[in-house]
């Protein structure tokens, strides 16, 4: 039968294939935190391998420092697997997370995973990665100690696993409800599981973890009835109702506890396959069977592997690029790749999500998302979601501006998940992601509740020492920690609100704010030549140490690289720094100078992998750096600078990047790099023109334009730009406007192995 | 200006007041388990003082087995009061509850509740009788450690409190959301409040207890902006939010953790008022909200207290007495008013319900209940809503079969509370109220969904030996505690699904639960004459002592008095045990016999201050048993039995309950038998004649007819009936039909001081 299903799928296998290029292993060893499993794009699910649990006790069974390594459960180097879970951050630098960890098993039931290498006590299978592919929205491997062959998939609120077993009596899959991401033990508040029939099962997990408080509801379906199943309950709470009537633990459909792990037993002939399919809800049980029934109402693995595959096509062919190597190929749509796994979708298929406020909601004329990791995502990911994810870049502003109604601190997302907000890292950037979306035109939210809502938010006077801010114009030192990147980010936030007021027509808020945006230049020490500590009697602090990411007033940075965090008014920020020549010069300084061991390892995202000099790519404080040549009187330093750091800072293996993908935000920086400009004021209608490494590209742009980046005489050699034009005409200057852009048409950028002399 | 509202008022205050002959201290001393707080007819507020919070606790701070006293959170021996809770239970064998607990405090600020007499630390104020009183809606008590006058009333989800302050710069309101009644910590899975604006906070309060899975979400409203606010944490619960960064503890608008106590402060004027207002929810805050705004939307504390006067005279007047003596009407009305207080509301104003399958359900086509303590209950509480409460229990009766269908085991209730199962004793009662409800042409459920509900609930397999029963036509004693007590309810329950059946026309089924219903003659053993413990051999156990009630095949009971229990079948039930004559031997035995001291005390709910010989009042398997006489060769011992059980076990003053109220079930067994009727077998449309205690009675009937009950010859030596009359037709025998009743009409007792001669 020929069915508009079937000519769907067939028209998408006429279309070229995107996700060959895609490596969902890069990133996944060292510190690049991201995950190898199944997922779609901005999709709930993250169905994704828990590795080498064994590591993160020690031997007395305590966590061990390394557990930082399995912010999203898995590194590359491990060789035992103890289940799937459904839920995985991307690339963050602290973590939570790893729902409903499902793993089958063969032989008598162990259900409790492994904990400790020395015993090998506990249920695990080895693995190797001769067994093991990932593409986007497929996962396998083979569970070689159990001889199961196990295949994930997933749509947006569902992952479908299927494994094939061998012949046993004795199979069995388990449900580990104890299991969690990050800080493992005692992070469950209450757990939740009904046999609603001998395939269905219904539950939730609540943990208090990052997220304080946060529920994820589930449906779990099985593609075979189970024989018997049974849960044990692994905490010691009591409470007074009489289930002591009951055989609790075996059979009986009801179980509830704080720590419980169930399990599911079947027969299975040789190769016969079990599918499951969980679906997930933010808000009950009953949303997650219907996301269930909408998503994937019946049993055809292959069909949701090739919808997932589909999906991931139409978002990765909006940038079709040509390179110089296929090594730079799959770099370059894994970064893609990256860049489309979080926000995350987080409402039911009717729209239903919990809100900030623990309440139900109901998204009216939006889509709601979450994960927002700010004070990362807003340099670069969500100016590139302006380009070529308008429509959900639009509905996580909406989302943004619901968080803000439900808070009862009255203010926009700083880093928040599932319907927590958990106050990670400094500043107020969803201004910057409005105000980016305001000057490039993207979105139909409402513009007064955004600007309202962004001046809430910086008026908090309790939060981060922002009292103080706007007590002192600039955070004191002996008042607050981090008190330089503090004031530096609160006056570029504050200058994003006066662009959004400026937007609204409010020129009195505008000036208002302007006025605050400069507050940075009260922590300017002119002696020294840096950002610096001041205290609260006005005078800086003495024992500055500008090398130090610690201590020093700043976080996750030191004064050399975060201490140039003006992107409001960079021509104003050099000239206090002493012009455009001796601003050169600290740039050179800054990626040339040798670092001492002493700074470096202090804070688990500054490592040698990413480092250039005293240039830290793998944090996100220097990102906007390499561009900044283009303000000195050497702008093709930053042609230097950007194709040396793709070139040594990503790759296409498992080791390649340098430090945690920060939710996109790296491997945002490098698609923009790669096709030759960058953000560097979000909020701005402006780009930095870079050193292209394409050779071209197609841009398919939100408003059904196209722009093609053609890159002429592209090599290894040749970074140096000479030239470059936007439908003939000659650009002037390093910027690139946003509307040359949308416009359509080509850019085109003139390529040589020498700089291109100043004029 | 002349208003609706004032109508109203008027028109209520013209009316006769029956809240005056209520005493709420009735029962609160000894082992009532009742409160005398602030509650409406089955409201779901029961706002009401939890005394004496360090009696327990010993020296150690461990629980001491006087918690049990403090089903209801109060006693009425006690001197110090710790605050007020919105929820307890009324008269209940085990417990739960005590959410929000609300204490006004002056001076330094102290959060923790006194624990131990010893060392006098923590809040608690002394108070005396003297400057205390309650009514129907409305508590009041001096609180003389501070000062304070706390007034409480309530609406059906909104509990209001009057605090009339000292003048002080110190003054304080605490919530405290730790406290629980019974099994005090360790009982809060997670709280949650939310500082809305100055003088409204929102949050909720995870129990598990009794009730394993258990929300209340609240909105609370101060009449007064609180000048500051905090919170402690008493739990060592850590998460990894970067909640470090903020002055949590004061004036931080978000509180969470597993043990949390908030303050609010102020400053008061020499008795200034200061007025709360906290509304409940089974669903969310939002709710809490609404119910609100729907119910005490603005400050006016005695126009609520009036209303709730006013409904309480709604349902106390549907039963108008006129009684010997002023002591007898308070014990009456007392009475009727606790049997008023459960099963209570759980819904919000709009519907919103939590189901037990722990999502929000919409009530449709009726309004749903909780608190359903149906062992106790079906007997003669259902039965008396039968004929006073036809809606309510038609809403109650529709609430269970919403229950069945959320349930995964696919059961009606057994004991539920707060969308909980909570297992608590035995049999599937909801059926006996489901019979007698359609026995009585009361409600328009569902006959075919109410039959498959039963018929579900009866075959639960693994339910409390209930597979052994269908297997043996017994249960085992060495496969099942309480083996005899279950085979007799669990014979009546089938019989109650015979009859419902048989209204549904469905013969065969009819058939198949008369034969089930006959399962009890199974367990009697002719050599002893008892109702006794048989193992799966089919020989009955050896070491059986009919008197002792524990081990013996019995709960709550022994053989000579849980044996009895064959309400479907008594002419039976009596040949077996030697006919008329020998059975009323056993009878006058068990009145008449000392019982020893190794019998008392075993278990709680057996008292010294409950029994007659060996006759147990206090608890609810011989409650039928005083009526038997009706059955034997002398009928009129059974109104020597009431009259004396009336007056002995029945009073108008604190301690005028002789065990647990158990949800209302004494006190109906107390509005039934003045009236001079009792339902000896809920599920039929007869009840047995007893001898009335009031002169006369006036029922409005739910038909809108009315029951006149003229008793002649009243007094107190006149306990026995010389002639019954409906109408004018003589009543030959001891039945009264229900259908005589609700014609309406005159019931005409005769009473003398000589038992009439058995014709």
Redesign the interface.
């Known amino acids: 039968m020929f069915s508009f299903a079937n000519k769907e799928f067939l028209s998408q296998n006429t279309k070229k294939d995107f996700t060959k290029y895609v490596n969902p292993f890069v990133g996944t060893s060292k510190m690049g935190h991201v995950f190898p499993g199944a997922t779609v794009p901005f999709g709930m699910v993250q169905l994704s391998p828990q590795t080498n649990f064994e590591v993160m006790f020690d031997e007395d069974g305590a966590y061990n420092r390394k557990t930082y390594e399995y912010c999203a459960g898995y590194q590359y180097r491990d060789t035992t697997i103890i289940g799937f879970s459904h839920t995985n951050f991307s690339g963050t630098g602290?973590s939570?997370l790893g729902d409903l960890l499902v793993m089958p098993t063969i032989g008598p039931l162990i259900l409790e995973p492994i904990k400790s290498s020395s015993t090998k006590k506990g249920y695990y299978s080895t693995f190797s990665h001769d067994k093991e592919n990932a593409s986007p929205g497929y996962y396998e491997v083979d569970l070689s100690s159990y001889g199961i062959k196990a295949e994930l998939t997933a749509s947006e609120r569902v992952g479908y696993h299927q494994y094939t077993f061998p012949k046993s009596q004795e199979a069995h899959i388990i449900l580990d409800l104890v299991y969690n991401v990050?800080?493992h033990e005692?992070k469950n508040?209450?757990t939740?599981i009904?046999?609603?029939n001998d395939s269905l099962i219904?539950g939730?997990r609540?943990t208090?973890?990052?997220?304080?408080?946060r529920t994820v509801y589930f449906a779990m379906s099985f593609s075979k009835p189970f024989k018997s199943y049974g849960h044990e309950k692994y905490d010691s709470?009591?409470?007074?109702?009489?289930?002591r009537?009951?055989?609790q633990n075996e059979?009986?459909?009801?179980m509830?506890g704080k720590d419980i792990r169930a399990y599911f037993n079947f027969n299975t002939d040789e190769g016969e396959k079990i599918g499951i399919r969980m679906a997930l809800s933010p808000v009950?049980?009953?949303g997650a069977l219907k996301n269930l029934e909408a998503e994937v109402p019946e049993w055809d693995f292959n069909k949701i592997k090739q919808q997932a595959k589909n999906k991931w096509n139409k978002e990765l062919s909006k940038i079709e690029v040509e390179t110089m190597d296929s090594r730079q190929k799959v770099t370059f749509y894994t970064a893609l790749y990256h860049t489309n796994l979080s926000p995350i979708l987080y409402e039911d298929v009717d729209g239903q999500y919990l809100g900030l406020?623990?309440?139900?909601h109901q998204s009216e004329g939006f889509t709601n998302y979450t994960i927002f990791s700010l004070w990362d995502t807003y340099r670069a990911l969500h100016p590139l979601f302006n380009l070529t994810q308008t429509e959900r870049n639009n509905d996580m502003i909406k989302s943004m501006l619901a968080h803000h109604d439900q808070s009862?601190?009255h203010m926009l997302p700083i880093?928040s998940h599932y319907a927590?907000?958990?106050?990670?890292m400094i500043g107020y950037h969803a201004t910057s992601v409005i105000a980016d979306a305001l000057a490039k035109n993207v979105g139909d939210f409402d513009l007064e509740h955004a600007l309202k809502a962004a001046i809430n938010t910086a008026n908090v006077r309790?939060?981060?020492g922002l009292g103080d801010y706007i007590d002192y114009h600039y955070v004191p030192d002996d008042k607050s920690h981090s008190s330089v990147s503090k004031t530096l980010e609160y006056a570029y936030n504050d200058w994003c609100i006066s662009q959004i007021a400026s937007k609204a027509g409010r020129s009195e808020i505008m000036n208002q704010y302007s006025k605050r945006s400069e507050y940075y230049k009260n922590v300017f020490d002119s002696n020294s030549g840096f950002m610096r500590p001041k205290l609260s009697d006005g005078s800086f602090r003495a024992n500055f140490d500008p090398m130090d990411t610690h201590g020093q007033g700043f976080i996750e940075g030191n004064a050399w690289n975060y201490g140039l965090y003006v992107p409001q008014n960079l021509p104003y920020m050099i000239d206090l720094m002493g012009g455009k020549k001796q601003f050169r010069y600290h740039l050179d300084s800054l990626f040339a100078m040798e670092i001492a061991d002493k700074y470096i390892d202090k804070h688990e995202d500054i490592t040698r992998d990413g480092i250039i000099g005293n240039y830290v790519h793998g944090n996100e404080p220097g990102h906007h750096i390499p561009y900044l040549y283009n303000w000195t009187d050497k702008p093709y330093k930053t042609q230097e600078r950007v194709r040396t750091i793709m070139k040594a800072m990503y790759g296409p293996a498992e080791d390649g990047l340098c430090g945690n993908d920060d939710a996109g935000q790296m491997s945002a920086w490098y698609v923009f790099s790669a096709i030759g400009f960058y953000p560097v004021t979000p909020g701005s209608d402006e780009y930095a023109l870079g050193s292209p490494l394409i050779k071209n590209a197609k841009l398919e742009l939100a408003n059904q334009k196209t722009l093609n980046v053609v890159v002429e005489n592209q090599s290894p050699q040749n970074i140096y730009v000479q030239e470059v034009s936007i439908n003939g005409k000659l650009i002037v200057g390093t910027k690139l406007k946003h509307k040359d852009i949308m416009n359509g048409g080509t850019l085109l950028f003139k390529m040589d192995r020498t700089p291109k002399k100043h004029e």
């Open positions: 602290h939570d990050y800080h005692n508040i209450w939740f009904r046999v609603e219904t939730y609540q208090k973890g990052w997220a304080r408080t709470i009591k409470y007074d109702g009489f289930y009537r009951f055989e059979n009986f459909p009801e509830a009950s049980t009953i406020d623990q309440n139900t009862v601190h880093w927590n907000e958990n106050w990670c309790y939060f981060d």
